[in-house]
């Protein structure tokens, strides 16, 4: 049986580091590759993801997980093998369920989807994506439909993003959110702050030193971060000791501050990955949801705090001294911390954010559910927009054409933002009950404490565990809108 | 059949786009890659290597081409399905006569010889890199006996780079080049020319934009080309749309001009791969002599040619007008093609290269043969360095240790840079019976007449023949060293 754990250990391992080839593939088409290249692309990444499928959905796969059933049944649950075996077992009964053809298809129709949704936002013409949504849309009920045992359908969509969440759980996380949010953003978005200085000319070169001063002071290895501009920021990399991350840098804002430290956020989580089982599944990261904690936590509760601004404030103001020398830290910190909803969510603030999230999550599930007919999604998606943010929509580029997800396939993700910017605050005050004198630390610049302790206590689990099991370990006890609210009220009052 | 055809070209697909990552990942550990993630990318690599491996050396590759043997005697040979036969059977063959743990072994020791040989040659100690060197030739030469059948041991060592490519005829090539080389530099080793205005201030940024001017103005399809600098110019990436060429951009030096024509050469090989067979083994490139012949055409029949300096000369005075505005064209082109021994081939002039290469492909065959002792390699390297072109090596550095090759079990390479620079003429005058204006051409900046030409008779030919065909279907003839000795006459006539 060693030979057996043995030779599905490998086979694992296989997987992991095609997986982190394909993060390389994907992390260079963004950032470096001629345009021209995009079709040798596809073929390659299509051909690693698929010699990792078939490893994981192969018979032999099924093989080994059968012959190792008495061992896995012997072990303590705790352990690292049983850990392996448990996620092998899930992972592979999962994607054996699915047909190649289905796979393939659903890969191919995201490939021709996505430039078409481009076009169809550039030209704010969803008639154009209609048909591409609906296959898309049908595709991914030919999927639900493999797994029957399910409470509801959409439950199968999640799982994919956020493994072991039922849809009612989260539900019930977003109806406890909701009314507050509600009246939050009624109380406090029309009070007036005056933010006109984050508009005007900062020149991205400094934009581009700041980054990496934050991301150096923040912490990590040496010579294991790069940063790269790109249209949309993202977190990449090919392993726990090469990790990249990019930004935008717009030349009459700072959001790219900002997008740094959320990527800062899921970069570390990379970084802080179990270096010991680096090349398993059960090492790599646990979830979206989890993820998304992690680069809440740095973009907000660090990066958006008072503390954190005494400290660094000097240091912008060093950078770009004719804009913001005549600004106090206090002006800039309500400024960076403003409600105005808006009906872009890549730019909402903390407290209309969620209200963002719960129109695509209450949207998608009446899409499945077939409450409603694709091509009345933008209506549907206005009168959402007008009832939770108040903000009319002036045309679907704004609106239902806004996001590249539907058009890649993925449906199911999106609540994961929101269950991260939630659980991220009862990582807080996790954190706060074993480091009281965090937000001090901050104030001068150290964050290693911040740092080790995020290491230990969420990103050594790695994979371990599904996301609520990880939070529960994390911090005692599984997701809760409480904590959140509060902390949004605490903030806000 | 035509079922296993299909099959066996999938299979074969499948290794093209391996070895093509396998670029891409190379490519970015030498450009991009934080020096942290090297762990991670020797994992990868590794991988990506055995799978390609794995499908060409494979009992299911055998079984298809023995089931498709009749098929390949029915076909026309020139066939593209022929050729595709036949070089999946011939580099099959050759893989399955190697265990893979010889294999494991061999990559093991050129990834540890490789750091040791870099100490050893910042050190000049040859004695620390003696024992690597030692276990890379011992492996070579278990790699040797895997074919018994050739004539000479080195052949087996030459054909890895070189194919269907005889030591005797190698042998013969060099030894016609010898004597009049040896003339040709006892003649014009102490013409004085003055090209110190080639050293001096020549700032990188400025480098790069004419880097990037001789690129585009030779030519390429738009939106698939890069060019980034690293400490030893390389040209690669992983498909004809998506080219990367590197250089090396020295403050004090014009270098990186020549450095970046000899890779755009390369690349443009790459680039004009056949299409329709880009994806299999017969839509490669062909060997590393070919390949040369292609880098040493741009870098000197191009450029170190009169008509393209009498085109280029004023815009380059213009990137520098203050050193080279004092400086005619005809001086300049003087200095660009001085012959001066030194103990470096990298930076050799035309004429004296050969010699370079010449010393290791003796060397080479005298440790194959057990002619020399190893240990007494610093001393037969600095003879033959002092017999052929005159100079005192200083250090072992600057002698035996200078090139990275033989870290890395590279033996039996060296011969493929001159084969190439031989080629290279003969090429050239084939081009010039079919454009007999070619040099007018040049004279005016118009190099699509080359381009295509070599596109057209070499490039597209890919990987269907072995070299000396390839060769012999583009000029009308297999390799002489007549052209290659008049064309060094009559240019420094």
Chains 1, 2 share one sequence.
Not at 23 to 41: E, K, S
Not at 172 to 180: G, I, Q, R, V
Not at 190 to 208: A, T
Not at 406 to 421: A, D
């Amino acid at each position: 049986m060693p030979g057996a754990l043995d030779e599905l250990k490998e086979l694992m391992a296989e997987v992991t580091d095609l997986r982190k080839i394909s993060r390389l593939l994907t992390w260079d088409a963004q950032t470096m590759m001629p345009a021209a290249g995009v079709t040798h692309r596809a073929e390659h990444s299509a051909l690693v993801q698929r010699l990792a499928h078939e490893r994981i959905a192969g018979a032999r796969t099924g093989e080994l997980l059968e012959e190792l059933r008495p061992l896995e049944d012997s072990l303590d649950p705790d352990s690292d093998d049983a850990r392996f075996l448990w996620l092998v077992r899930r992972t592979h009964e999962k994607e054996a369920r699915v047909p190649a053809s289905l796979r393939a298809e659903m890969a191919q129709v995201a490939a021709e989807a996505r430039p078409v949704w481009a076009k169809a936002k550039a030209e704010s013409d969803f008639a154009s994506f209609l048909p591409w949504l609906e296959r898309n849309v049908e595709l991914k009920l030919r999927y639900v439909e493999l797994f029957p045992e399910v409470e509801e359908p959409y439950d199968v969509l999640l799982d994919d993003y956020e493994p072991a969440t039922s849809t009612a759980d989260v539900r019930a996380t977003f109806e406890e959110l909701k009314p507050e949010l509600l009246s939050l953003i009624a109380e406090l978005r029309d009070r007036e702050v005056d933010d006109s200085f984050l508009r005007g000319e900062y020149p991205p070169d400094r934009q581009r030193a700041i980054a990496r001063e934050v991301v150096d002071l923040f912490g990590h290895r040496p010579d294991s971060w790069r940063i790269d501009p790109t249209e949309h920021p993202f977190a990449s990399g090919p392993g726990r000791d090469d990790v990249r991350i990019t930004t935008k840098y717009e030349p009459d804002s700072l959001k790219s501050l900002f997008s740094t430290m959320h990527e800062y956020g899921h970069g570390l989580y990379t970084h802080q990955l179990p270096e010991a089982i680096a090349r398993y599944p059960h090492g790599q990261d646990c979830s979206l949801g989890i993820h998304e904690s992690q680069s809440r936590l740095w973009e907000n509760l660090v990066g958006r705090s008072e503390p954190f601004w005494r400290f660094f404030y000097p240091r912008l103001q060093d950078a770009y001294p004719e804009r913001l020398r005549p600004v106090e830290v206090e002006r800039f910190l309500a400024a960076v911390n403003t409600v105005t909803p808006s009906f872009i969510r890549i730019k909402a603030d903390e407290v209309t954010y969620g209200m963002h999230v719960m129109l695509r999550f209450e949207l998608e599930q009446d899409i499945v559910n077939g409450r409603v007919e694709l091509r009345d999604l933008p209506e549907a998606w206005n009168a959402k927009m007008w009832d939770y943010l108040g903000v009319e929509v002036p045309d679907d580029a704004h609106g239902v054409l806004q996001d590249v997800h539907w058009s890649g396939g993925m449906i199911g993700y999106f609540s994961t933002y929101l269950l991260g910017s939630v659980m991220s605050v009862q990582i807080w005050q996790a954190v706060l009950r074993d480091v009281p004198d965090l937000e001090e630390r901050i104030g001068r610049g150290e964050f290693g404490a911040l740092r080790d302790w995020l290491g230990e206590h969420v990103h050594a689990l790695g994979r371990k565990y599904p996301p609520q099991e990880t939070l529960r370990r994390a911090t005692g006890s599984t997701i809760s809108a409480r904590p959140y609210l509060e902390y949004l009220r605490a903030k806000y009052a």
